[in-house]
């Protein structure tokens, strides 16, 4: 079981949709979240809908429990919380969330929820949403708020998938290495400059020799970065005896 | 000036991409949340590309601001602070972060910031990556994560926009009735039950106006509701009044 499934899961309720490729986008967004409760009230062509698979990319599952209702108070019957995706207030007197807040409010309900999702051009009704008890919108930029019905499924999904505790693989990384070694890696570093004349300036040696360490400090290198690093300061040596050496 | 734009906006450098379509939906995912910083790393189809305008929905200007570089190195190059979108960690040793805390990073450091994502088959190697500093990594369910590349910009650009501080407009709501206003409802519901014989066992009278009490308590009624409420009692007692003298 995902971590998704400790709460009752929402249902994602697309009213009237008109694209078969956009239930498939949303069967997707869905299952990326560990959703899989997706309730079709009255779709345009019909139910199932040959171009919904492809566009599911592999939520094939989601597709195939997909229930068919009639109307939205039946999709809704045995939610305890209903929402319902809205880009403007169309002067609707009712709380408006972010889905963030939304997820949220689902999320430590413990209550099984249904969100609706409007048709793709002409969005849902004033009828439709009378007897819902919450508006969910998507904070947007003021000049261009244009989500169609899958990102919209896809910004929701999402953000239950967060308060639902959905977490990533982090890469186990090595620490930055010991202060010794650091002070290794300075020591040999400022002997090499010392040695190649770098410090020419009697005046700024100190300086210099702080900025060196104060570099190495915040380089967040592990140990072995430090050993590559000792290993290319002696060839970088080696090369400079080398050619000066050659140059006698 | 939108909210988005107090910090500098991150770059979304989009890494050898293959269809202008999602170069369009990237561009439409990315307006919603006030960012237009469009870069592209050897597009395989050219530059501009027809699919691009359709897809975008009326994000135009971003594709048309949109600059063509020919190598991440180039595309990057004024960059404080270098993302890379990335659904596995392919053993690489770098921080991954998720597109909430990459948000938050971005928009606290005030730094310009770029985002690389991947080609839409293949993703980006090793060697795309070894010079980038953070990994992006979507959370999703352990049994499906399958993001693809307008989706992934989606939420970097959807969290860019919350982290940014991008709010919704909510409706002015009226305020839950005074206290006085509902215990006048009160008083005239429970006159109307009492005249009408519904307190018939007297040993739970009480009782029963509490309950009666209680869900008035919490229906969270306006003025305007409550008033409402008391025009239907009085209907309702109406007629049965008129049904009482019908039937003698």
Redesign the interface.
């Known amino acids: 079981m995902?971590e998704?499934e400790v709460s009752p899961q929402p249902a994602i309720v697309l009213v009237r949709p008109q694209l078969g490729m956009n239930i498939g986008m949303a069967a997707?967004?869905m299952?990326?979240?560990?959703l899989s409760d997706l309730r079709l009230v009255s779709p345009r062509d019909g139910w199932p809908n040959p171009d919904a698979g492809p566009a599911a990319?592999?939520?094939d599952h989601v597709l195939a429990e997909a229930r068919v209702f009639g109307s939205i108070a039946e999709a809704l019957h045995d939610c305890h919380l209903t929402f319902a995706t809205s880009m403007?207030?169309k002067?609707?007197?009712?709380?408006?969330r972010?889905p963030?807040e939304a997820a949220g409010e689902m999320r430590s309900s413990g209550l099984k929820a249904g969100v609706l999702f409007g048709p793709e051009a002409a969005g849902m009704s004033k009828d439709d949403l009378a007897g819902i008890s919450t508006?969910i919108?998507?904070?947007?930029?003021?000049?261009?708020?244009?989500?169609?019905l899958a990102?919209t499924v896809?910004?929701v999904a999402?953000e239950w998938?967060?308060a639902a505790g959905?977490?990533?693989?982090?890469?186990e990384?090595?620490p930055p290495a010991p202060h010794d070694e650091l002070a290794g890696l300075t020591a040999q570093l400022t002997g090499a400059l010392e040695e190649a004349g770098w410090f020419h300036v009697r005046a700024r040696d100190a300086s210099s020799r702080r900025t060196v360490a104060a570099m190495l400090a915040k380089s967040g290198w592990t140990s072995q970065e430090v050993r590559t690093w000792r290993g290319m300061i002696r060839e970088l040596e080696g090369a400079r005896r080398r050619r000066g050496q050659g140059m006698r």
Do not use: W
């Open positions: 995902s998704a997707r967004a299952a990326n979240f560990g990319a592999g939520a403007v207030a002067g609707l007197p009712k709380p408006a972010t963030r508006l919108t998507v904070p947007t930029d003021a000049a261009f708020g244009s989500l169609n990102q896809l910004l999402y998938g967060q959905l977490t990533i693989g982090r890469p990384l090595d």
